[in-house]
């Protein structure tokens, strides 16, 4: 699986949009690139995958530019109750052995 | 509904005592999971399972065993625990044909003593 970075922490308002970058520079062609997002003491929740250009659904858009060295999970309008953190995961969705989740980013939303 | 159950949810036990926890799910996954988390130190995956009978190890195997007798239950065992493995434990599945898409348990919270 490609290693990924991204920001340790952010933090934002209530009514912002929210863009959280994560850089994969070794991201293979049959890669496909995967966020979670984690509320303290559950389990993560699956939010968006895509493989090039734009995703969107009901939770968030992923942007991904033609090097796909990077991709951007956007939140529109964030409130409170997304504080989380949120994992970037890359990796080839049809024959991944080892998943392997980053730190990710924590995200804080104040009122 | 679609789930991943874990059992228990809490466990405090003492050192070498064993205990499994278990893990089920319902939605006829083919990919099931074992990952530890702990401050500082994100998910690191425990053992995988692409199917019935076949297992491999993911980043933290030691002092962990699994089984995978049947498609649905994917139970993890320490033979012998340590308070090194006091942890927040997570079981995910997902299906053979997106290996990414993960759905996780509810997590149970390990302390050994």
């Known amino acids: 699986l490609a290693k990924t970075t991204q920001p340790i922490s952010m933090d934002s308002y209530e009514g912002q949009e929210v863009n959280i970058t994560c850089s994969h520079n070794?991201?293979?062609?049959?890669?496909?690139i995967t966020w979670y997002q984690q509320f303290p003491s559950q389990g993560p929740r699956f939010i968006i995958q895509?493989?090039?250009t734009k995703v969107t659904n009901e939770v968030a858009s992923l942007f991904i530019p033609a090097d796909r060295k990077s991709s951007t999970l956007s939140l529109p309008r964030v409130s409170l109750s997304d504080t989380a953190v949120y994992y970037c995961?890359?990796?080839?969705?049809?024959?991944?052995?080892?998943?392997?989740f980053g730190s990710g980013t924590r995200l804080s939303i104040r009122p | 509904e679609a789930q991943v159950t874990q059992n228990p949810r809490y466990l405090i036990t003492v050192t070498g005592k064993k205990l499994t926890v278990t893990c089920s799910q319902n939605?006829?996954?083919?990919?099931m999971s074992w990952y530890r988390q702990d401050p500082g130190l994100g998910l690191r995956q425990i053992y995988y399972?692409?199917?019935?009978?076949?297992?491999d190890k993911g980043d933290v195997p030691e002092g962990y065993k699994v089984s995978r007798k049947e498609k649905r239950n994917f139970p993890l065992i320490l033979e012998s625990p340590s308070p090194n493995q006091t942890s927040l434990y997570f079981c995910?599945?997902?299906?053979?044909?997106?290996?990414?898409?993960?759905?996780f348990g509810p997590g149970t919270r390990l302390t050994v003593t």
């Open positions: 995961l890359v990796g080839d969705y049809s024959s991944a052995s080892k998943i392997i």
């Open positions: 070794n991201i293979a062609t049959n890669d496909y």
């Open positions: 895509g493989y090039k």
């Open positions: 939605m006829n996954h083919e990919y």
């Open positions: 399972s692409m199917n019935v009978e076949v297992t």
């Open positions: 995910a599945s997902n299906p053979a044909g997106s290996l990414l898409e993960q759905y």
